[in-house]
């Protein structure tokens, strides 16, 4: 069993995260991590399903692969009630059954197409069941036996692999 914390995965991811933003580009991904190190991606560009759904897709593929924590990355975007503008935020999120820890940052998109995260906060705890985001690895999320096969099949056109992990490096 992995001794890294939520806490020190999410820190290193998050430097991996903004080096890919200055490059311009805001991953919308899972990464499942087991127990041995060994991890695999689930690339959600592009996946075309509702909310529901696409979180059915992410606890399947997280309990089929028998990942023991994940990171969560995605981009939402809000719209101000008052004036219409719309704005970006990453969320990235490291998640157990038992801890997580989460942040989300505004995108600022420069005229060249690198983009900057500026820091909203930051948060943690060791209730994943409570917070939507946190809670693939708990009974917040339940597949049902007749739909693994459908989630089995959106994970295998997705690319599905297990990578080893390259001399103790996630990233």
């Known amino acids: 069993m992995t001794t890294t914390t939520c806490a020190e995965l999410f820190h290193d991811y998050l430097k991996e995260y903004a080096a890919q933003a200055a490059e311009g580009h805001l ?14 991606e689930l690339d959600l560009e592009g996946v075309n399903l509702g909310p529901f759904q696409k979180d059915k897709l992410i ?3 997280l309990q089929a692969e028998g990942a023991e924590r ?15 503008k719309v704005s970006e935020r990453v969320l990235l999120i490291c998640a157990a059954a038992d801890e997580y820890m989460g942040g989300d940052w505004a995108v600022i998109r420069a005229a060249d197409g690198a983009i900057t995260l500026k820091p909203l906060g930051e948060w943690s705890g060791h209730d994943p069941g409570q917070m939507p985001g946190t809670w693939f690895l708990t009974d917040a999320v339940v597949v049902e036996p007749e739909e693994r096969p459908r989630y089995a099949a959106l994970w295998a056109e997705r690319g599905g692999t297990v990578k080893a992990d390259q001399a103790g490096l996630l990233w």
């Open 70 to 84: 994940y990171l969560y990355a995605t981009v939402i975007r809000i719209e101000d009630d008052d004036s219409g």
């Open 27 to 40: 991953p919308k991904q899972v990464i499942g991590i087991m127990a041995d190190g060994r991890r695999f």
């Open 59 to 61: 606890r399947h593929v």
